[in-house]
T-cell receptor
């Protein structure tokens, strides 16, 4: 399968620990998005990459959240000093088009469920 | 502020019943609208989308949605649901960079 993959699928962290969540987008997809989905809510936008450039990080909730995509493919979302409110499912999505593309179909990965204890 | 409201949190239907899930949006720019579905244990996948043209859009698995600009609505419909339609359904609007999602509607279909 050539879908979006994410690892780990589940992560339990103690409050104060740092975590790193990985996203492998569909090969050749230019755009990459991270979303946070709290229990009972829809996904909420965190950040957007076009190739290796982080063009929008307006949704990152605090400076403890950091994302990178250094070679324009794999992306990592890092959360420093985790807090209980960070518990959520973190979704990655990729799209073959740039932001203004007419299709703009985002393909989602299975998510990483983060639980902070 | 941009937002999406889904009126029904949980809908329970019997097989062959008709379905309509409500979605209202608040966004001042050019409207691009989506319905995503998440089947149990699976990831989000696109059901259908509206960008322009015919306000009645057809998606996969017999779903359709109608964009009514005057009502700021994009309701999802299916004439006859199946047990396999049991899933969570999310309405979303493209707002700048991001998709803004509603809170989702859980659909349970009994056979």
């Amino acid at each position: 399968g050539a879908g979006v993959s994410q690892s780990p699928r589940y992560k339990v962290a103690k409050r104060g620990q740092d975590v790193a969540l990985r996203c492998d987008p569909i090969s050749g997809h230019v755009s990459l998005f991270w979303y946070q989905q709290a229990l009972g809510q829809g996904p909420e936008f965190l950040t957007y990459f076009q190739n290796e450039a982080q063009l929008d990080k307006s949704g990152l909730p605090s400076d403890r959240f950091f994302a990178e995509r250094p070679e324009g493919s794999v992306s990592t979302l890092k959360i420093q000093r985790t807090q209980q409110e960070d518990s959520a499912v973190y979704l990655c999505a990729s799209s073959r088009e740039i932001l203004a593309g007419n299709s703009y179909e985002q393909y989602f990965g299975p998510g990483t469920r983060l639980t902070v204890t | 502020a941009q937002s999406v409201s889904q009126h029904n949190h949980h809908v329970i239907l019997s097989e062959a019943a008709s379905l309509e899930l409500g979605c209202n949006y608040s966004y001042g720019g050019t409207v691009n609208l989506f319905w995503y579905v998440q089947y149990p244990g699976q990831h989000l996948q696109l059901l259908l989308k509206y960008f322009s043209g015919d306000p009645l859009v057809k998606g996969i698995k017999g779903f359709e949605a109608e964009f009514i600009k005057s009502k700021f609505s994009f309701n999802l419909r299916k004439p006859s649901v199946q047990w396999s339609d049991t899933a969570e359904y999310f309405c979303a609007v493209k707002a700048g960079t991001a998709l803004i999602f509603g809170k989702g509607t859980t659909l349970s279909v009994s056979s």
